[in-house]
Antibody
Framework: VQLVESGGGLVQPGRSLRLSCAASGFTFDDYAIHWVRQPPGKGLEWVSSISWNSGNIVYADSVKGRFTISRDNAKNSVYLQMNNLRAEDTALYYC?????????????WGQGTLVTVSS | EIVLTQSPGTLSLSPGERATLSCRASQSVSSSYLGWYQQKPGQAPRLLIYGASSRATGIPDRFSGSGSGTDFTLTISRLEPEDFAVYYCQQFGFSPQTFGQGTKVEIK
């Protein structure tokens, strides 16, 4: 199982960024995917989850209305569109595989992609 | 939102000693939805315990989880050098799913 995030970088407040997560080594469309973030030197925060068929999508209140999660099962990929970025969105963003169709434990993690929001 | 409070913030122990980490929930959580993760410096977290007491694949039996309701515990029976890390509890029984703030287990 491998999860590889990409798309992070330095962005100004108010701008947008799109993260990607490419998955391999498992039957991708059998599992939900979560995004989790970790600000530098701090703890873990769940950001968003998408079920196997995109039928169940949830967001943390801190990103609701600004972030959009999506997946393309044909490409074994999940995306996180992040709009109107704020300084407090600065973090390492992890893509994680869930243990179930709609949710579950985070049994595999990528190495993360760093998003820095600063002017 | 369910708040998970972990204690202590830092645990200073020697290899071979027993570590006991606590996770207290602001309201009752089904043990089916309580888990523990380990994170070493520069690495992604990894799943240790799910369903409060079941070890994830490949996790040594010196790690054990217990508890119910609002009080959960992760125990490391005899600390190995590779066990010094930060440990997080997590619940996904209620939305939003939440993590504790972490307990750092450091070498004394």
């Amino acid at each position: 199982v491998q999860l590889v995030e990409s798309g992070g970088g330095l962005v100004q407040p108010g701008r947008s960024l799109r993260l990607s997560c490419a998955a391999s080594g498992f039957t991708f469309d059998d599992y939900a995917i979560h995004w989790v973030r970790q600000p530098p030197g701090k703890g873990l925060e769940w950001v968003s989850s998408i079920s196997w068929n995109s039928g169940n999508i949830v967001y943390a209140d801190s990103v609701k209305g600004r972030f959009t999660i999506s997946r393309d099962n044909a490409k074994n990929s999940v995306y996180l569109q992040m709009n109107n970025l704020r300084a407090e969105d600065t973090a390492l963003y992890y893509c994680t595989k869930a243990t179930g169709y709609t949710s579950g434990w985070y049994d595999y993690w990528g190495q993360g992609t760093l998003v820095t929001v600063s002017s | 939102e369910i708040v998970l409070t972990q204690s202590p913030g830092t645990l200073s122990l020697s290899p071979g000693e027993r570590a006991t980490l606590s996770c207290r929930a602001s309201q009752s959580v089904s043990s089916s939805y309580l888990g523990w993760y380990q994170q070493k410096p520069g690495q992604a977290p990894r799943l240790l315990i799910y369903g409060a007491s079941s070890r994830a694949t490949g996790i040594p039996d010196r790690f054990s989880g217990s508890g119910s309701g609002t009080d959960f515990t992760l125990t490391i029976s005899r600390l190995e050098p590779e066990d010094f890390a930060v440990y997080y509890c997590q619940q996904f029984g209620f939305s939003p799913q939440t993590f504790g703030q972490g307990t750092k287990v450091e070498i004394k």
